[in-house]
Structures are given as C-alpha cells and as structure tokens.
C-alpha cells in the first residue's frame, strides 16, 4: 500500500530523471532546488505523530500517482489588463531576491513546491498605484491525474492599494492534487484586501500555501472561504515586520459528507505596534471533518501589539467532528493579546422561537446558520463577490442531510 516513504522516493527518483527539465526552468534558482531537494529527502513527508498533521488524515494523497503536470497555464487572470499592475512569467532581478527568500520553510509541501514549479507569475502593483477594480487570479487545476504546483508572487509596491480575488479552480480527474503557493510581499504603506475562494473543488485534493510579509503601515485585510471540497489543506502564515503593521485575517469554512477542510495559521508579531485580528467560524455537518489550528507568536521586539483571535464553530451531526487548537506565545511585556474557541449546537432557545412563529424547522435551522457566519460576508467589499457566496453558503445547507 502506498505510504508516505514510497512516495518520497518517488519524488526522489522524478527529481532524478526529470532534473534536466527542471533546470531549463529559471537556471539561476537550480541550486537552490538542489539544496531544497536535499532537505527534503532527509526530512521527509509528515505525518499524524507531526504535530502540526495529527488532525489530518494523509492517506489518500499517498495513492495519487506522482506524475507532474507542467503545464504553462495553471495561473491566470482576468482579461481586462490594470493601469499600473505589472504581469509577468519572466522572474527579473526585480523578483529574484523576493522569491529567493521564499525558499526557507520546513513544511514538507511548501518545499515539493519550490522544487518542483515550473511556472511563476510575477504580478507588481507599481509604486502609489489605487485600483478601483479587483484582480482576479484563477489557480487551476491539473487537467490529468498526478500532480501540479502553482506558483504566485505578488508584490505591493509603497502607497499601493487593490483588491484581489484568488479563485481556486477544480481540475477534470478525482485523482488530483493541487499544491499552490502564493508569495504576498507588501511594502511600506501599502494596502492589499484579498479574497481566497474555494468553493468547487469537490474531489480534487488541494494544499494551499499563502504566506504573506508586512513592512511599516502597510494593511493586509483576507477573507478565506471554503466549501464543497474532498480536501483542503489550507496553511496561512503572516508576518508583521514593520513598524504599524495591520491584519485582518478572517475564514468561514463548510464541511459535509466525508470532506477535510484543515486550516492551519501563523501570525507573527516581528515589530512594535503592530495589530491583528483573526476570526474563523467553522460548520460540519453529516460525518464532515473540520480543521482550525492558529498560533499568534509575538517577539520580545514587539512591544504595543494587540491581537486578537477568535474561532468558532457549529457542528450540525453527532457524526460530524471539529478539531481547534488556539496558541498564544508572547514574549514581550507591553502587548494585548487574547485568544479563544467555542464549538457547539445550533440554540435550541432560538430555534424554538423561529418555529413557534410558524417557520418550518428546516428552515430555521438554516436561517440561524446563516446567521451564524454572514459576520464574515457582511462587510464584503464588492455587492456581487458578496451575493455570489452567499448563494453558495444557500447552495451548501440545502444539500446537507440531517
């Protein structure tokens, strides 16, 4: 049966004999992939006795074939092109250093991505650039069964502004694995709002790396939403290192039938006065399986932070389960910080009042669930962005089986 050890020494024999190909794609980042291989052939695939895997059940990706798609069009973009955005496949010395940096992880499939993208699409939102109208990033789907790793980096040049919608695209066969990486880079005084859709993955197995680096007064506002989707792994992590740093980092995710949606984040407080705040609400229902596992870590240097974090979570079904692991580590004196998670039922209290109303009890239910979450879909950005999830949240309780 194939295991985590099988499928690394398949990685270790595609790197083998597929090195030359790799190397045709961006030469001068070789040895870094090289060194990166290395790492990871000594470190291996994780699995349940890692801490930061115990919730999540791997074994399905170890049946997935390792067969890379090499495909040029696994990112793409809105067609009306952006005063003052810049797209690019062509990673010059403007990017080099930022992308270079971005190969220092211990996360096993962070690392297969760098070693094993072929493709990376640069987009720099120029210098005191103010967009009215969002950017949209499509991240597809491979279109055979195997393997793809898009591959993003995204920097927000000083005083710019914009908004992005980043939609996660589901590829044609069941046996799939995504595993994307986008780099946000954002540099002083900018402000990104970015919108991470993943709402029609269904079978396709996906691992979503976004990692994001804040210098002084910049914003980073983010808003995760995931449903319909076999697996999903998503890992976010921040840093604030700059001097009045602001993130807002906020998800809502729907699990149902045998799903897995495992979200995994990191907010780390490098500089002073620098404030985050982080709400997850999470449903499962049916025999669903739900993920929340967030860590603040704040620096001794990082005196004035206030964070906040909160999840909660509804669980709709005795067979439905939900796994949350809040962590706070301060190691400043001077800082606000608070952390906390709930999980329980729909109110009983309240679903009594809608149905002594005359309200059908279904309904009801699903009025109070939409409740439960429109905190994060209320003060979306753009109305239709707005309406379209919502009528997917509607689309998701009306399948859901008691």
């Keep these: 049966m194939p295991d985590r050890n099988s499928w690394l020494t398949e990685f270790e024999n595609h790197f083998e004999k597929n090195s030359v190909m790799i190397q045709k794609n961006y030469p001068w980042l070789f040895e870094r992939r090289i060194e990166t291989a290395a790492k990871l052939s000594k470190q291996g695939f994780p699995s349940k006795r890692d801490e930061e895997w115990r919730f999540t059940n791997m074994e399905p990706l170890w049946k997935i074939p390792f067969l890379v798609d090499y495909s040029k069009t696994l990112v793409s ?16 010395e403007v990017f080099r250093e930022d992308l270079e940096d971005e190969f220092d992880s211990n996360d096993s499939f ?14 720099r939102l120029k210098r005191g650039t103010k967009l009215a109208k969002p950017i949209l990033i499509r991240i597809a789907g491979s279109v ?12 927000a040049e000083e005083g710019s502004e914009a908004t992005v919608i980043e939609e996660q695209m589901a590829g044609l066969p069941a046996n799939t694995l995504s595993t994307s ?17 993943q709402t029609k993955l269904f079978a396709q197995k996906s691992i979503s790396i976004l990692k994001v680096r804040q210098a002084e007064k910049s914003c980073f506002n983010v808003r995760t939403v995931t449903m319909n989707s076999d697996f999903v792994r ?16 906020n998800g809502i995710f729907l699990v149902k039938g045998d799903e897995l949606i495992d979200n995994h984040t990191m907010l780390e407080h490098l500089k002073p006065n620098c404030q985050s705040r982080q709400l997850y609400k999470g449903i499962v229902a049916e025999r669903g399986r739900g993920v929340f596992n967030g860590k603040i870590y704040v620096h001794r240097e990082a005196q004035k932070t206030d964070a906040r974090q909160t999840s909660k979570n509804l669980i709709l079904s005795d067979r439905a389960s939900i796994d949350v692991k809040p962590q706070l580590e301060i190691f400043a004196d001077d800082v606000k910080c608070s952390h906390g998670s709930t999980v329980g039922h729909i109110d009983e209290n309240a679903l009594f009042y809608l149905t002594s109303r005359g309200i059908s009890e279904k309904t009801a239910r699903q009025m109070l669930t939409k409740g439960f979450i429109n905190e994060i879909l209320e003060d979306c950005e753009s109305e239709d962005l707005k309406m379209r999830l919502e009528k997917d949240v509607s689309d998701w309780l009306d399948t859901v089986r008691e």
């Design 77 to 92: 973009f809105g067609d009306e092109p952006l005063d003052g955005v810049e797209i690019t496949n062509d990673i010059s």
């Design 110 to 123: 962070e690392l297969l991505n760098s070693i094993l993208f072929s493709n990376c699409v640069c987009v």
């Design 144 to 155: 055979r069964n195997g393997l793809s790793f898009p591959r993003v980096l995204f920097v």
């Design 181 to 197: 990486k986008i780099d946000v880079i954002l540099k002083p005084s900018s402000s990104i709002i970015w919108n991470r859709i």
């Design 234 to 249: 998503n890992t976010m992590s921040v840093l604030l290192d700059g001097d009045g740093a602001v993130c807002k980092m």
